[in-house]
């Protein structure tokens, strides 16, 4: 498999399903991207100039439509699952719920980059209106691996051969029989969700030294994934363990 040729055809993918115009009598710019929301429509940022350099920004539109549906961020664990999800990416929140990040020109591209992943995590909080679910899966996947002696490091940052950041959930490190293993934990398994992790995937695969072994851990419990989103995992050498089996994690996370 030509792994640079996957990254190019992702890169162009983007470029070609980016669509962007003037508004505001040309004092912002309308990015709409390829990466849908829960309702499948195209996630729209806005791109203006502030005083000192650029912003992007959401203009508010992730957390109000959250409370259309029924969601609050009316309690601290909610509040800390919000920050949470911003922090990891390095974007802010306002007064008036707009997500944003400060941007300049030579940083945009990556701004922009982590504003859509920020955009995405928090869309996700919407499955936590649900009463059965009091966590983020990844807390689950956590406390799991704890309780069961597996070692690891969570919340790993690391550099792809496009010179992107992506976000790791777990990295556990290489034991005399395994290679070093890199897990995502997705709650909601979509297509753009596993998409995203396997482009991730692949453009680290481009700057390790080492071999590595991916993963992605996903919670079937509430809903049932679709085949095309298994093959896609499959069809990109991913292995997937879904949480109803997550006996499966003791037996590839283990030491020996």
Known sequence: MDCQQVISEYI????????????EEGKV??????????HNDHLDIYLLKTKDNLKLTDNGYTLADLKMSGFEINTPKREGILRTALNGFGVKINGNDELYVDAT????????????????????????SKETVYSLF??????????????????????????????????????PNKPERLIKAINTASKDS??????????????????????VIYNDLEKEVSK???SAMDNYGVKHIPWSRK?????????N
């Open 194 to 215: 596993v998409l995203t992790s396997i482009m991730a995937f692949n453009d680290i695969s481009e700057t390790r030294e080492t071999l590595t072994r991916n993963f």
């Open 105 to 128: 020109s030579q940083n945009i591209g990556q701004k922009k980059h982590y504003l859509l992943q920020a955009i995405l995590a928090v869309n996700d909080m919407f499955n936590l």
């Open 29 to 38: 710019c309308l990015i709409s991207t390829p990466f849908l929301d829960r």
């Open 228 to 230: 095309d989103v298994i």
């Open 12 to 23: 162009k993918w983007i470029k070609d399903n980016t669509v962007v115009k003037t508004v």
């Open 138 to 175: 990844k807390e689950d996947v956590e406390l799991y691996f704890k309780s069961h002696g597996i070692i690891f490091s969570k919340d790993i940052k690391i550099t792809g051969k496009t010179g992107f950041d992506h976000n790791i959930d777990f990295l556990v490190p290489a034991s």
């Open 247 to 255: 006996e499966q994690c003791l037996t590839e996370f283990n030491l």
